[in-house]
């Protein structure tokens, strides 16, 4: 279905029509009509039955992430909030219908090293397949698209909405991805025929069979790799490991542009052996070259008792990771640090200038350092 008169307007009447909001701008948006003409007596119109669950003999089982939600009635919601049951078949309740509507530069995201100084189109639906105690996002990720104020926008009013705001890709962000997949899947797949770039912001809590389905119409992912101890994952996040880990080598064998983030926590991940340990095994894996982002914690949530992280943390995060061989280290949610900017590996000087997330000079010429012909992993201009 297509939106709003939004995607008929120009750009600078689109942009003075979007209301300004923290990190963005934001599409006007009103509730949900659960009641209206529906797929089932039980279910609006923006839902849309799963890609990926199967039946049992106790119920319907999820396939789409690593929790497998075994949903034995009628009704049943899953994990993630966002996967129900109805007349035997699993349903998507988020499609259509985000919570959320930003246009960000794409260094928020964070990617450094993909497309600088362009804007992403940013959606998200309620919902979320962990329960990190830290989340910066908990009022959209931990609750059902039934309870959240969203918009109506399906996949061609995203991709319209995106060309007519100049923006070159569309981020799929804020909550968790995964767990509205059919809605970012479509609306990646109308998004390549426009040639508009698709990027993922996810804690990567994803089946295999899903995630390489996704990939064929993905262009880049950020992962958030929140610990390398499996019992703190747990604990944090409700998650475990080993499956992130997986998603990460898999977005590789792809060929999707990946980066990585990893949030210290006083306390919680701010252990230097496990941050060894994680940056030791992403160079054994070939990931010597992907960007990695040490990013601070702020109290929020249920965590919200605990300091910031010290920046002397982050950089000592940033010593460790260089000295095991990583190539592109940075410091985020730190304004102005040294850490923001790209140096080229082989003559050390600064390719790209960054303050706060604003690009201040661009040295990379054809997707190499213009000072010795280094080439700067990434996707470039």
Not at 147 to 156: R, V
Not at 271 to 293: Q, Y
């Amino acid at each position: 279905m297509k939106s709003t008169k939004q995607n008929n307007l120009s750009k600078r009447e689109f942009l003075r029509q979007c209301a300004f909001c923290t990190g963005g701008l934001a599409l006007g948006m009103y509730n949900t009509n659960w009641s209206s003409s529906a797929v089932s007596s039980d279910l609006g119109r923006f839902s849309k039955e799963t890609l990926f669950y199967r039946v049992t003999a106790d119920g319907l089982q999820c396939e789409k992430c690593p929790h497998g939600c075994l949903l034995m009635n009628d009704g049943d919601v899953g994990f993630c909030r966002n996967r129900v049951t109805s007349n035997g078949k699993m349903y998507s309740i988020a499609y259509g219908n985000p919570c959320a509507v930003h246009i960000d530069p794409i260094e928020k995201k964070p990617f450094f090293h993909f497309l600088p100084t362009t804007h992403a189109f940013s959606i998200a639906a309620a919902g979320c397949n962990f329960r990190c105690l830290n989340c910066q996002n908990w009022q959209i990720s931990q609750m059902s698209p039934k309870e959240s104020a969203n918009s109506d926008l399906m996949p061609e009013a995203v991709v319209n909405a995106c060309v007519t705001s100049g923006s070159e890709s569309i981020a799929y962000t804020y909550s968790e991805p995964t767990t509205f997949y059919e809605y970012a899947y479509d609306t990646a797949k109308l998004a390549r025929d426009k040639n508009i770039r698709n990027v993922w912001k996810s804690n990567g809590y994803i089946n295999e069979k899903p995630l390489r389905q996704l990939c064929k119409v993905l262009d880049g992912a950020n992962i958030d790799l929140k610990t390398f101890d499996d019992a703190m994952y747990a604990k944090l996040s409700s998650g475990k490991l080993a499956p992130v880990l997986r998603t990460i080598k898999v977005l590789r064998e792809e060929g999707v542009w990946l980066e990585i983030t990893n949030l210290i926590i006083p306390t919680w991940t701010d252990n230097f052996d496990t941050i060894k340990r994680m940056c030791e095994w992403l160079c054994a894996n070939g990931l010597s070259d992907a960007p990695l982002h040490f990013s601070r914690f702020t109290p929020l949530y249920k965590l919200s008792q605990l300091p910031s992280t010290p920046t002397s943390t982050l950089e000592q995060a940033y010593d460790i990771a260089t000295k095991s061989g990583i190539q592109y280290v940075y410091v985020g949610n730190v304004g102005g640090h040294w850490a923001e900017n790209t140096r080229c590996p082989k003559c050390k000087k600064i390719v790209v200038e960054r303050s706060a997330l604003t690009v201040l000079a661009n040295h990379i010429t054809q997707g190499k350092c213009k000072f010795c012909g280094e080439k700067i992993p990434g996707v470039w201009r």
